[in-house]
Nanobody, 118 residues
Framework: VQLQASGGGLVQAGDSLRLSCAAS????????MAWFRQAPGKEREFVAV?????YIAHSVKGRFTISTDNAKNVVFLQMNNLKPEDSAVYYC???????????????WGQGTLVTVSS
């Protein structure tokens, strides 16, 4: 499975961004797709997982939503009311499990940088 993330950029606090991750390859549609993020000097942390159920990390709940276009094997992360602490490289990942555990994800995209200025 290959994952291609896009949509990052430089925004101001309070702005919105939508990240996309397209999955391709054999059996791509059978995987749960998720988003993680990693800020400089910090561990990579779970953000959200989708398809068909969803689960959002407490730290972003109410501001971020995850959705999936099953026909196209694309997962979206809609990020609203962005804060400077949301600045990180955002990675999409795929797992056969519906999980928040980083080590249980088998495939990773290349990451897309989100920078939120205050």
């Amino acid at each position: 499975v290959q994952l291609q993330a896009s949509g990052g950029g430089l925004v101001q606090a309070g702005d919105s961004l939508r990240l996309s991750c397209a999955a391709s390859g054999r059996a791509a549609g059978t995987y749960h797709m998720a988003w993680f993020r990693q800020a400089p000097g910090k561990e990579r942390e779970f953000v959200a997982v989708g398809g068909p159920s969803t689960y959002i990390a407490h730290s972003v709940k109410g501001r971020f939503t995850i959705s999936t276009d099953n026909a196209k094997n694309v997962v979206f992360l809609q990020m609203n009311n962005l804060k400077p602490e949301d600045s990180a490289v955002y990675y999409c990942a795929a797992s056969l499990k519906f999980t928040t555990t980083r080590g249980e994800y088998d495939y990773w995209g290349q990451g897309t940088l989100v920078t939120v200025s205050s």
